[in-house]
């Protein structure tokens, strides 16, 4: 079975760009969660979409901006990068919005 | 603010030895203590988990000690393997259904043959 999909694997952006991450969860899941990993960091949450609603949101400016597609898929996007947006950003999917599978990560650069 | 604070950063170990990672943390609404693994290059795995009114529970070689009056919590690898190599999270949330968890910062264990 397959597990949660994201894509791109690894991309470098330049400073000020915007850029948009993918999430397909697993079968028959209809939660996703949004998580940021720095080098040598914990993950921090980032976003949860349940159903296609938000239903929480962690302590990110408003540059990044999440959504959740009817076949429950989903895209985080990230305006106005900066340096310090460079990290891991995990994708995690749930059937019932706690029990979360990760997926294995977008390693974003910014230059 | 980390309100889960893990230690050590990282730890060599012989293959047979036991590896400790230690946790605590302050929130005491915090009912749900997972740990996870993470390989390079993959996403975190759950590994096992315990809720405050067990002070130990135990899967396979996994051990994690909690100790509630302290808010602290402990995660023991018994005889240790070459494949138990990779970083460890612990984490913390408000209840088994609650979707946010609050990591720490994660300990690199490394088990030498």
């Known amino acids: 079975d397959a597990g949660v999909t994201q894509s791109p694997t690894h991309l470098i952006k330049t400073r000020g760009q915007q850029v948009t991450l993918r999430c397909s969860p697993i079968s028959g899941h209809k939660s996703v969660s949004w998580y940021q990993q720095v080098l040598g960091q914990g993950p921090q949450f980032i976003f949860q979409?349940?159903?296609?609603?938000?239903?929480g949101r962690g302590n990110f400016p408003d540059r990044f901006s999440a959504r959740q597609f009817p076949n429950y898929s989903s895209e985080l996007n990230v305006n106005a990068l900066l340096l310090g947006d460079s990290a891991l950003y995990l994708c995690?999917?749930?059937?019932?919005?706690?029990?979360?599978?990760f997926g294995s990560g977008t390693r974003l650069t910014v230059v | 603010q980390q309100q889960v604070k893990q230690s050590p950063q990282s730890l060599i170990v012989q293959k047979g030895g036991i590896s400790i990672i230690n946790c605590a943390y302050e929130?005491?609404?915090?009912?749900?203590f997972p740990w996870y693994q993470q390989f390079p290059g993959k996403g975190p795995a759950l590994l096992i988990a315990?809720?405050?009114?067990?002070s130990e529970k135990k899967e396979g070689r996994f051990t994690i000690s909690f100790n509630k009056s302290a808010k602290q919590f402990s995660l023991h690898i018994m005889d240790s393997q070459p494949g138990d190599s990779a970083t460890y999270f612990c984490a913390a949330s408000l209840g088994i259904e609650d979707y946010k968890l609050s990591f720490g910062a994660g300990t690199t264990v490394t088990v030498r043959a």
């Open positions: 995690a999917s749930s059937p019932r919005g706690y029990g979360y599978t």
């Open positions: 929130n005491t609404a915090f009912d749900y």
């Open positions: 979409y349940y159903e296609k609603e938000e239903r």
């Open positions: 315990i809720r405050p009114d067990v």
